[in-house]
């Protein structure tokens, strides 16, 4: 039996799906911002061609920015409205599909991907080590786990050394660089976010 509730948290991202864009972190639609996040995740990952998983992909506005960059990429997401949306978003690329699924427990192949991407997931999932571990197994041999997250005003979220002993108790090694930089965010921040690469 699945650990959470998929409905309720399909039903929760339904609602903020048409509206989740709107924050200049989310929809990627001001060009400083965008550019911004194209060279932090370039610089980040093998570079293209190559085979990315998009894990709680949302609208796929990271995903369209890694297909545009040449990468081809799966995203997966619960909500059926994100995955309307993202769809609608990526429709011009041939490399990119969209599917419906636990960002958890992904239906994708292991052993296929050069990079595991996930963006403010990974915080509010259950039993983050096997997740973690979980996710690895997607990645070909010298694969990549990139993973964005923060510890927000509000308490919500993970702080970046929760974020690296994670991954070392999945048997990864984590590098972190910290994005305090209001052009990521579209605005100054003072809370704590991130990413990691394992």
Same mark, same amino acid.
């Given at each position: 039996?699945d650990?959470? %509730?998929l409905?309720?948290? !399909?039903d =929760?991202?339904?609602?903020? +799906?048409?509206?989740f #864009?709107e924050? &200049?972190d989310? /929809?990627?639609?001001?060009?400083?911002?965008?550019?911004a996040?194209?060279d932090?995740?370039?610089?980040?990952?093998?570079? %293209?061609?190559?085979r990315? !998983?998009? =894990?709680?992909?949302g609208? +796929?506005?990271?995903? #369209?920015l890694? &297909?545009?960059? /040449?990468f081809?990429?799966?995203?997966?997401?619960?909500s059926p409205?994100?995955?309307?949306?993202?769809?609608?978003?990526?429709?011009?690329?041939?490399?990119?599909?969209?599917?419906?699924?636990? +960002?958890?427990?992904p239906?994708?192949?292991d052993?296929?991907?050069?990079v595991?991407?996930?963006?403010?997931?990974l915080?509010?999932?259950?039993?983050?080590?096997?997740?973690?571990?979980?996710w690895g197994?997607?990645?070909r041999?010298?694969?990549?786990?990139?993973?964005?997250?923060?510890?927000w005003?509000?308490g919500?979220?993970?702080?970046?050394?929760?974020?690296?002993?994670l991954?070392?108790?999945a048997?990864?090694?984590p590098?972190?660089?910290r994005l305090?930089?209001?052009?990521?965010?579209?605005?100054?921040?003072?809370?704590?976010?991130?990413?990691v690469?394992?």
């Amino acid at each position: 039996m699945d650990e959470h %509730p998929l409905s309720d948290t !399909a039903d =929760l991202w339904d609602a903020e +799906a048409d509206a989740f #864009d709107e924050p &200049a972190d989310h /929809g990627l639609r001001d060009p400083t911002v965008r550019a911004a996040w194209r060279d932090l995740l370039l610089g980040l990952v093998p570079p %293209p061609p190559g085979r990315v !998983a998009d =894990l709680g992909c949302g609208t +796929a506005t990271l995903t #369209d920015l890694l &297909a545009q960059a /040449g990468f081809e990429v799966d995203g997966v997401d619960v909500s059926p409205r994100m995955v309307a949306l993202a769809q609608a978003k990526t429709a011009q690329h041939r490399g990119v599909t969209i599917t419906r699924g636990d +960002a958890a427990r992904p239906p994708l192949a292991d052993g296929t991907y050069d990079v595991v991407l996930c963006r403010h997931v990974l915080w509010a999932l259950p039993e983050p080590v096997e997740v973690l571990r979980r996710w690895g197994g997607l990645l070909r041999p010298g694969g990549r786990l990139v993973l964005v997250e923060g510890r927000w005003g509000n308490g919500a979220g993970l702080a970046a050394e929760e974020t690296q002993a994670l991954l070392r108790d999945a048997g990864r090694r984590p590098r972190l660089v910290r994005l305090p930089e209001a052009v990521y965010w579209g605005r100054e921040i003072s809370d704590d976010r991130y990413v990691v690469v394992g």
